[in-house]
């Protein structure tokens, strides 16, 4: 009957705005199907009124109805606890439990700190800096994440909500689960729910501030780049979940059909186990404990409240709102000879006049308002060598961006960096993407052919034959050691390279230099290929045409690669 209720709550909201009389009268005709026996009990045992609600399967009821505040829940209860049942009126009270008489003479009040969700679903915890703060509804609560949102001025189109909680909370729900199985299996309202889980405290959580937040932020919740993350800790709970991993409490163990580990582990979804799991176990730190029929209710109940009594405080709540790393790809131009790709500091000294990396990041990270970026590319290039033709492509990693990528932002970036008067380096082809930006340039990276120019000098005056000698070769292949002047840095290996094609022009007016122009294979080290590094490299120019050869100026014109083209 109450699921009924709550369904008809849910249908009445979906086709129009109900007043709070009406919301109040359909929460009620719900509550009051609840066994008034089985609800005392939960209050007496410290549940808290969200507790109770989720314990008996009215969640959908529950979290329909965000704004109500705990006072109100709490005078919805207070009628099924009030209810006057003349058969049970005169039986014993039970440990713990109130009697119908302090029930009718006091006011029913939220108790202090529900043991059971250690306070998460009465949204009572210790912020970061330890103070105590508890909020009244779930809208109260989610206003506090969208206040946190707004100070840290995220841009969002969606998000997704994580949740995070002790595993303690999986154990102290199984432990209610049994108490309940064993004190009401016999009773009509249990058998009927007997085959459904409960709904743990992290999902009912989830649901209770959702759609607040949705209305509050103004976007829906999906599988978003942009999470808000719910961290609950708890420091009794972290040393227990300690001392159980070490003694291996959380390996489970292989039982019979009929029982269950004691040892409780929890899963990564904190999935409650099916209560037909428990028959006649108990668990404890140690191993099993067989229960006897007429002993399960007491030994059940002494379990739970051993379970209760093991923490004494709320949870610390940590909210983290992040965004998935925000990818920048495009190629970049580097004209000078004095900016190296990355930043360069050796013994506190900056090597050359600035760097790629610190020119285009540096644009782009205040444009997104991110913490960090990182900056990418497809190899690199010396100090000393300029990136010319279609430039070379790169991926800026921006971390936790506040802004939302656009078109709009994506040409104020490459007009802020091509708009600099020192023109050090220009950017092409800006646009964002997502990850598969990275193996697009990844995948290209190893079979990409690289085009270059070189200005060399040659010990003797060059001649017709050296052109024609050096422009005849066609996919050369050149075994290079690891060079001299990188071998600190770099694995002392044998690479074999391919040097696809080579074409020399004269230079007007000196008859021992010339231009050098090459395609490659991606990796040839191209100034050990012309000089020889001492023969490291062989062939090199330098063996070819039989003489002394330097190379003076290095120029990358093209990188073949098809990622952050021209559209």
């Known amino acids: 009957m109450a699921g009924e209720v709550a369904a008809e709550v849910n249908s009445v909201e979906g086709n129009m705005q109900l007043s709070e009389e009406q919301k109040l009268r359909l929460l009620r005709e719900a509550v009051n199907e609840l066994p008034v026996n089985a609800v005392k009990d939960l209050w007496s045992i410290g549940a808290c009124v969200r507790c109770v609600f989720r314990l008996f399967g009215l969640h959908e009821l529950m979290c329909s109805h965000p704004s109500l505040s705990i006072s109100k829940w709490c005078d919805i209860l207070e009628d099924v606890m009030r209810k006057e049942d003349v058969d049970t009126a005169d039986q014993p009270q039970k440990d713990g439990e109130l009697s119908n008489k302090q029930l009718h003479q006091e006011p029913l009040k939220e108790t202090n700190f529900c043991t059971i969700c250690l306070g998460i679903l009465q949204f009572l915890y210790n912020d970061d800096n330890g103070t105590l703060l508890k909020k009244d509804s779930a809208n109260d609560f989610a206003l506090v994440i969208a206040e946190l949102l707004k100070q840290q001025h995220h841009q969002i189109d969606s998000f997704s909500l994580e949740v995070s909680v002790p595993s303690a909370l999986a154990e102290t729900d199984q432990a209610v689960r049994l108490y309940m199985k064993n004190r009401y299996h016999h009773e009509l309202w249990f058998q009927e729910k007997a085959e459904c889980q409960f709904i743990s405290t992290k999902d009912i959580l989830k649901s209770l501030v959702i759609n607040p937040l949705q209305r509050l932020l103004g976007v829906k919740s999906s599988q978003s780049s942009f999470r808000v993350r719910l961290t609950y800790s708890h420091s009794d709970a972290l040393t227990r979940d300690g001392v159980q991993e070490r003694a291996g409490g959380n390996k489970r163990r292989k039982t019979d059909k009929a029982g269950f580990s004691g040892d409780?582990?929890?899963?990564?979804?904190?999935?409650?186990?099916?209560?037909?799991?428990?028959?006649n176990h108990?668990?404890?730190?140690?191993?099993?404990?067989?229960?006897?029929?007429?002993?399960?209710?007491?030994?059940?109940?002494?379990?739970?409240?051993?379970?209760?009594?093991?923490?004494?405080?709320?949870?610390?709540?940590?909210?983290?709102?992040?965004?998935?790393?925000?990818?920048?790809?495009?190629r970049y131009l580097k004209y000078s000879r004095n900016v190296s790709q990355t930043r360069w500091v050796i013994d506190d000294e900056r090597m050359g006049e600035a760097s790629v990396e610190e020119i285009v990041g540096g644009a782009i990270l205040p444009i997104f308002q991110g913490n960090n970026y990182k900056f990418h590319a497809a190899g690199r290039e010396d100090i000393d060598v300029r990136m010319l033709g279609t430039g070379r492509p790169f991926l800026v990693e921006i971390q936790n961006a506040r802004q939302v990528p656009s078109e709009v932002l994506i040409k104020e970036i490459?007009?802020?960096?091509?708009?600099?008067?020192?023109?050090?380096?220009?950017?092409?082809?800006?646009?964002?993407?997502?990850?598969?930006?990275?193996?697009?340039?990844?995948?290209?990276?190893?079979?990409?052919?690289?085009?270059?120019t070189a200005l060399v000098w040659i010990s003797r005056p060059v001649s017709d034959e050296d052109l024609q000698t050096i422009s005849s070769l066609k996919e050369l292949k050149v075994a290079q050691r690891t060079p001299i002047r990188v071998l600190h840095r770099r694995s002392p290996l044998e690479r074999e390279k391919i040097i696809h094609w080579m074409k020399v022009e004269r230079i007007s007016g000196s008859s021992q230099y010339l231009l050098l122009h090459l395609c490659t294979q991606a990796g040839t080290y191209i100034k050990e290929f012309v000089h020889g590094d001492f023969g490291r490299t062989q062939p090199s120019v330098g063996s070819i045409l039989g003489c002394r050869t330097e190379i003076l100026q290095l120029d990358v014109t093209d990188v073949k690669m098809d990622c952050f083209q021209a559209d």
């Open 264 to 279: 409780l582990k929890t899963t990564k979804e904190s999935v409650t186990p099916h209560v037909e799991s428990f028959d």
């Open 282 to 330: 108990i668990g404890d730190g140690d191993g099993l404990t067989k229960v006897c029929p007429k002993d399960s209710q007491d030994l059940s109940c002494n379990y739970l409240m051993a379970q209760l009594n093991k923490v004494s405080k709320p949870c610390c709540l940590t909210i983290h709102c992040c965004r998935s790393p925000i990818f920048i790809g495009g």
């Open 414 to 452: 490459e007009r802020k960096i091509n708009s600099v008067e020192s023109r050090l380096v220009r950017v092409k082809n800006l646009r964002a993407v997502g990850s598969q930006g990275w193996d697009l340039m990844r995948e290209g990276e190893a079979e990409k052919q690289k085009q270059y």
